[in-house]
Nanobody, 129 residues
Framework: QLQLVESGGGLVQPGGSLTLSCAAS????????ISWLRQAPGKEREGVSC????????NSTDSVKGRFTVSRDTEKTTVFLHMNDLKPEDTARYYC??????????????????????WGQGTQVTVSS
């Protein structure tokens, strides 16, 4: 079965750090850009950070720039979201999503479900003292 599985969420105090993982099962991520998206209760889904299929291009939404970084392993099976200096407003369910694109090396932060070929089930991140 082809799927993405997120892990690494949890409860952390403001100013703390977490690293989320997104692992592919049943396929490799070689031709997929990977995006991290989040959704808080009562709010719209938003794109947070993304990494291109080669790993050479990344992008992040303004609210997390300088705090979040995204990386992928050389085996092209796992993508990571490193989150530092977490704030209460970062509290949300975080999802990774895969966008198949063997032609370009530009990832997207578009939050539309139809943009992506695979979604994970999400992992909860709660930032609270």
């Amino acid at each position: 079965q082809l799927q993405l599985v997120e892990s690494g969420g949890g409860l952390v105090q403001p100013g703390g750090s977490l690293t989320l993982s997104c692992a592919a099962s049943g396929f490799t991520l070689e031709y997929y850009h990977i995006s991290w998206l989040r959704q808080a209760p009562g709010k719209e889904r938003e794109g947070v950070s993304c990494i291109s299929r080669s790993g050479t291009s990344t992008n992040s939404t303004d609210s997390v720039k300088g705090r979040f970084t995204v990386s992928r392993d050389t085996e092209k099976t796992t993508v990571f979201l490193h989150m530092n200096d977490l704030k209460p407003e970062d509290t949300a369910r975080y999802y990774c999503a895969a966008d198949w694109d063997p032609w370009s090396d530009i990832c997207t932060l578009v939050p539309d479900e139809g943009q992506y070929d695979y979604w994970g089930q999400g992992t909860q991140v709660t930032v609270s003292s």
